[in-house]
């Protein structure tokens, strides 16, 4: 809701109002306020004349303090343009520097990440060798472990010891003793 001017209920509206409303209205709309003149495009504008020179300024103590006021401001912008040339060579050399810290600081950060990279590859590959180192050892226990046993060779393969030695026995554990040789020297 509008200010108390929007509620207006009595339905007078003052002069003023209804000028400026049938003028807004006039210029949304392209008509004329009534008495207005048209004026065509080629009519000519009257000249507007130059004002006279007043005597004041025409004065010798007045032209010489104009031409000391033009002479100073002249002075203050030619050191201020000096001064804007001076700051813009820094901006520029800052701009500059800047440039270069952040290209070697972008190269610090690739050459970091690419150490970083090649650390946790070689750690990767040392692990690796570790694992299978242990299990080299573990597999080799495992066969010095199992080297006196006999060994079914059906799947899943099972170890047994005979209770009574016999040639048949002996002929079956020095064939086992030769295969974990075998396998020992393998790994």
Request: glycine share 6%.
């Amino acid at each position: 809701m509008g200010g108390p001017e929007c509620r207006r209920r009595d339905g007078n509206r003052g002069e003023d109002e209804t000028k400026r409303i049938s003028s807004s209205i006039g210029a949304i709309h392209g008509f004329r306020q009534p008495g207005a003149t048209k004026r065509s495009r080629n009519e000519v504008l009257p000249e507007v004349s130059k004002p006279e020179i007043h005597d004041a300024y025409v004065q010798p103590e007045v032209i010489s303090r104009n031409r000391r006021l033009f002479g100073s401001l002249m002075g203050h912008l030619g050191q201020a343009k000096q001064k804007l040339e001076r700051d813009n060579a820094i901006l520029e050399k800052q701009s500059q520097l800047l440039n270069e810290v952040k290209e070697k600081n972008d190269q610090e950060l690739k050459r970091a990440h690419e150490e970083r990279r090649r650390k946790a590859h070689q750690s990767m590959v040392d692990s690796k060798i570790l694992a299978v180192t242990n299990l080299t050892k573990s597999w080799k226990e495992y066969f010095e472990k199992t080297a006196q046993f006999i060994f079914t060779e059906a799947e899943p393969r099972l170890a047994w010891l005979p209770a009574n030695s016999n040639n048949v026995s002996r002929a079956l554990l020095e064939k086992r003793g030769e295969e974990v040789t075998t396998l020992l020297m393998l790994m």
